[in-house]
């Protein structure tokens, strides 16, 4: 357990916890807004950057991750997850395993679900073949890097079929432009094209006890209309609960009525409790 000063910090094993599970980037640091007015302190799942085999084990790892929480922090029968994009089938995967445990909860899914997640991604990207896809995908992550956006990497690239030649293309453009290691770069667009791939073949087969919470953002024009409660009636027993938010699916992260409802769902001792707690930003890796 990390954070930004120390590579061990001290958890009180006592203390209730929302597990916060990020989208594609797998990025700890996307979610600070999220938690910062959490009546629940938050710990955020980062998302390993070399392990990409399916979503199922994604969470398995997650599972191996909560090893340590287990030692750190007592889960009691109840648990609290948060996921947003890519975050909310890893999210859903997760609670299938704690319920395993003999444990229910509530899963707050920010704007997606698994059906949801293959419209936005179509409605966000447009038709493309697979080729297509992996071009858009080094194009975008090159211009995340850089601020910029490079003529040179897009011709070069229509050229190029295998993909390894094409993420070793980018790092060859990009090197002088950053200081990430070869091996980070690498890692970074490998993973970020199997999540997309992931994402759209992802058929859950579960159907959870605990409770699903969707936070709905405003739909993309394009994308293609969907069931009121984004399909994830199929994964639960209970009722879906539907909350809208005033941001798009890409600005989500930044509406401050997430950890209003976040905060409403909690139980109300431990809202009692957390006013006599002090906040503590970690993650965990």
Known sequence: MQNENESEIYINPEEEHLMIIPGF??????????SERLNILAATLQLEPDFDQSITEIANRLMNVRLIIKVRIHLKSKFYILGYSFG?????????LLEKEGKTGVVFCLDSSPDALKIQ????????TDQELQNSLIEHIY???????S??????LEGVVDWSEKINLCIDIVKNSVTYTHEFLRSLVHVSYRRVVMAKEYEPRMKLESELVL???????????????YGLSKYSTKPIKVFDLKADHVNALQDCRISNIVNKMLEPGLLEEFKKKNLCKY???
């Not at 980037?25 to 999220?34: E, I, P």
């Not at 003529?151 to 070069?156: A, I, P, Q, S, V």
């Not at 936070?215 to 409660?229: N, Q, R």
């Open 215 to 229: 936070m709905k953002g405003i739909p993309h024009p394009k994308a293609k209309k969907l069931s009121d409660d």
């Open 121 to 128: 991604l179509n409605a966000y990207l447009g038709p493309m």
């Open 283 to 285: 993650y965990f890796a």
């Open 143 to 149: 211009n995340l890097l850089t601020g910029q956006t």
């Open 151 to 156: 003529t040179e990497l897009t011709t070069k």
């Open 25 to 34: 980037d797998g990025n700890y640091q996307t979610m600070n807004h999220v």
């Open 88 to 96: 909310v089938n890893v999210a859903l995967e997760l609670a299938a």
